[in-house]
């Protein structure tokens, strides 16, 4: 049964998570192993993307704005672009969540993230063929372990955006992938037969928006002074410690 404190807890991990290029999913499917308890299941968990998504939107509500009302045809176009992929997958995919792949897949692009960061320059804005390539990459972020925010800002990076302009176009493009993903369990759980916690829902949509509120300005103030270098060693050692404890 969900409690208010493992909801609290739950909310805080994927809150400050989603938006640190550190894999939420991974954190969430770990939860109930670390604490020995049941699975707080799926619809929980897209419910604390949910509250992340409309922390997203408040953050950039000027720009969300503009994209709703067709003021930035460049923002929204790539955009669109960027979401066709997992769109496109997502419903293909049924990824693992065990603990394996999560710690396989965080030391890989741990190192993947280092890399990119350390030898991709800061010369561009994010076109559309970056935007394209970041879409791909974050289909991958399906995957337990990759993490969604950082598998796109290795791309970005990667091609040469700036870890500010990485930052940003990641959290925005954030926006139609959680919210597909919100509409699809949705639907999939007012349509079975399960009996759904909207108490526990609730709770979960609204702890987990002011805990990403608070990681979304966290990240962007801290890329103003420092690399992801400190985000690269934690999710190897995270890795590491996961292989040798639980495996």
Same mark, same amino acid.
């Given at each position: ?7 609290? #807890? ?6 400050? %998570?989603?938006? =640190?290029? !550190? &894999?939420?999913?991974?954190? @969430? *499917? /770990? ?36 994209? #709703? ?6 923002? %929204?176009?790539? =955009?669109? !672009? &960027?979401?066709?992929?997992? @769109? *496109? /997958? ?158």
């Amino acid at each position: 049964m969900l409690t208010l404190d493992y909801i609290m #807890l739950l909310a805080a991990i994927q809150g400050f %998570t989603e938006f =640190l290029p !550190v &894999s939420s999913s991974a954190h @969430l *499917a /770990l939860l109930p192993s670390v604490l020995n308890v049941e699975d707080q299941g799926m619809f929980i968990d897209v419910a604390a993307h949910v509250g992340a998504l409309l922390a997203v939107m408040w953050h950039y509500r000027a720009r969300v704005a503009q994209i #709703l009302t067709f003021k930035d045809w460049s923002l %929204t176009a790539k =955009l669109a !672009v &960027s979401v066709v992929p997992v @769109l *496109a /997958l997502g419903l293909l995919i049924n990824p693992p969540r065990g603990i394996t792949i999560i710690a396989i897949n965080s030391i890989v692009f741990g190192i993947l993230l280092y890399a990119a960061d350390r030898f991709g320059k800061s010369e561009r804005e994010v076109s559309m063929r970056t935007a394209f390539i970041a879409g791909c990459a974050q289909v991958l972020a399906l995957i337990p372990g990759v993490s969604r925010s950082g598998i796109t800002v290795t791309a970005m990076r990667a091609r040469g955006v700036s870890r500010k302009d990485a930052l940003d176009f990641a959290f925005l493009m954030s926006m139609p992938a959680i919210g597909a993903a919100g509409c699809y369990e949705l639907i999939k759980a007012v349509t079975s037969d399960e009996a759904i916690n909207w108490a526990a829902t609730a709770w979960t949509v609204g702890l987990s928006a002011i805990f990403s509120l608070l990681a979304i300005r966290f990240m962007l103030r801290f890329v103003r002074h420092f690399s992801f270098a400190a985000f690269a060693a934690y999710r190897v050692v995270l890795g590491i410690i996961l292989l040798i404890f639980f495996i």
